[in-house]
T-cell receptor, first 112, second 116 residues
């Protein structure tokens, strides 16, 4: 079964703190995406990770991929209120005809 | 720079009514997708069209039909709406294939559909 699991599903944290969101997937993947969604809004692409050991950074967000462990992480450094959103990972599995399988999302609330 | 445009943005239907959700993209993408988003469940693929003239079922196709009208437009139809189809519907577009593996799907703003 093609599954993508995120944890935690909900995270409340203080500004200035660091935290990591985890995305596990069930079988060999072709690529992995991270998206951000603000309440009532569309989904915005953050990162595309294509190979083992890939690391991408944008501002206070850094994403990495370990294909052997079937794990991606989204690390937040010195969180600020503007990063409050729901974060989704999505995986393209081998032989899935390029369909994305989505995690349930991590709702992140950053308190001033 | 419209990207992916969905209409309508909001709709309330009664059980048994029909309606069509419209989606158009101006990025010249070959592939288009319809998802539904329910609380706590991420996105689930309803139907997709890998290229003009083709459509395929996704994870949750029952109760829906689609039409790929041309390269730009991909519509989703509910023939007889049911309360279980209350959801937020997103259309997306992208290119497929390994040559485009570094490109994400681009999403519309969504249609919020309530069925009473």
């Amino acid at each position: 079964e093609l599954k993508v699991e995120q944890n935690p599903l909900f995270l409340s944290m203080q500004e200035g703190k660091n935290y990591t969101i985890y995305c596990n997937y069930s079988t060999t993947s072709d690529r992995l995406y991270w998206y951000r969604q603000d309440p009532g809004k569309s989904l915005e692409s953050l990162f595309v990770l294509l190979s083992n050991g890939a690391v991408k950074q944008e501002g206070r967000l850094m994403a990495s991929l370990d294909t052997k462990a079937r794990l991606s992480t989204l690390h937040i450094t010195a969180a600020v209120h503007d990063l409050s959103a729901t974060y989704f990972c999505a995986v393209v599995f081998m032989d899935s005809n390029y369909q994305l399988i989505w995690g349930a999302g991590t709702k992140l609330i950053i308190k001033p | 720079n419209a990207g992916v445009t969905q209409t309508p943005k909001f709709q309330v239907l009664k059980t048994g009514q029909s309606m069509t959700l419209q989606c158009a993209q101006d990025m010249n993408h070959n592939s288009m997708y319809w998802y539904r988003q329910d609380p706590g469940m991420g996105l689930r693929l309803i139907y997709y069209s890998a290229s003009e003239g083709t459509t395929d079922k996704g994870e949750v196709p029952n109760g829906y039909n689609v039409s790929r009208l041309n390269k730009r437009e991909f519509s989703l139809r509910l023939e007889s709406a049911a309360p279980s189809q209350t959801s937020v519907y997103f259309c997306a577009s992208s290119e497929l294939g390994r040559a485009y593996s570094n490109q994400p799907q681009h999403f519309g703003d969504g249609t919020r559909l309530s069925i009473l």
